[in-house]
C-alpha cells in the first residue's frame, strides 16, 4: 500500500522524505519528482516524475555509511550531463538574443529618420547689430568710467596732502620771493 503524492526536490544527497534521505541514480535527471512512500516498509519510496510515469524505487540512505562510490559516481556524471546540456541551452539563447539585438539596431539605423544639426541663423537685422555693439560699448565704458574715477580720486588725494617738511616750506617761499621780483 502506497501513501499519496508529494511533490520533492532531487538535491546532491537524494530525496529528503519524513527526515530522512533516500537515494535513487535515476532521480538525479530531474529536479522535481512525486513521491509515494511505502506504508508496509518505510525504507522505500516510490518516485514518480510530472507525468506520472514511474522512475524507480528510492531506498533509505545510511546517515553513517552513506551511498557506495559507484553510486556517488553516476549520481555525478548524470548531474554534469544535465549542466552540460543547460549550458548549451543558455549559450545557444544568448547567441540568438545577440543576433536580436544586433538586428534590431542595424534596423533602428536604417528606419529611423536622418537627424539634422540645428543652425543659429545670421543676425541681418542692423538694428540688432546695433543695439548689441551700443550694450558692449556701455559695459565697457561704465567698467572703464570705475577705473578712471578711482584714479582720479587717488590723484586727487595725493594734491590734498599738503607737505610741511621744512625742504617745502624754503622752496615755497623761494617760489613765492622769485615770483615778486618779476
Known amino acids: 500500500k502506497l501513501s499519496p503524492s508529494l511533490i520533492k526536490t532531487v538535491n546532491k544527497k537524494g530525496i529528503m522524505h519524513g527526515g530522512v534521505w533516500y537515494g535513487c541514480i535515476e532521480a538525479f535527471n530531474y529536479d522535481k519528482v512525486f513521491v509515494r512512500a511505502n506504508i508496509n516498509n518505510t ?3 516510490f518516485i514518480y516524475d510530472k507525468k506520472g510515469n514511474f ?3 528510492a531506498h533509505c ?3 553513517i555509511k552513506g551511498v557506495s562510490a559507484e553510486v556517488a559516481k553516476r549520481a555525478e556524471q548524470i548531474t554534469f550531463k544535465r549542466i552540460k546540456v543547460a549550458q548549451k541551452d543558455i549559450d545557444n539563447n544568448r547567441s540568438a538574443q ?4 544586433d538586428l534590431l539596431i542595424t534596423k533602428a539605423e536604417q528606419d529611423a529618420p536622418k537627424v539634422k544639426t540645428p543652425k543659429t541663423p545670421p543676425i541681418n537685422n542692423i538694428n540688432i547689430v546695433a543695439a ?3 550694450r558692449e560699448a556701455q559695459m565697457q565704458k561704465a567698467v572703464g568710467d570705475d577705473i578712471l574715477e578711482q584714479i582720479e580720486n ?7 596732502k599738503k ?3 621744512f625742504f617745502a616750506a624754503v622752496i615755497k617761499n623761494k617760489k613765492a620771493c622769485s615770483k615778486i621780483h618779476q
Open 163 to 165: 607737505d610741511l617738511s
Open 132 to 134: 548689441k555693439l551700443r
Open 61 to 63: 540512505v545510511d546517515s
Open 154 to 160: 587717488e590723484q586727487i588725494i595725493e594734491q590734498k
Open 98 to 101: 545577440q543576433n536580436n539585438l
Open 43 to 45: 525504507k522505500e519510496l
Open 55 to 57: 522512475i524507480e524505487i
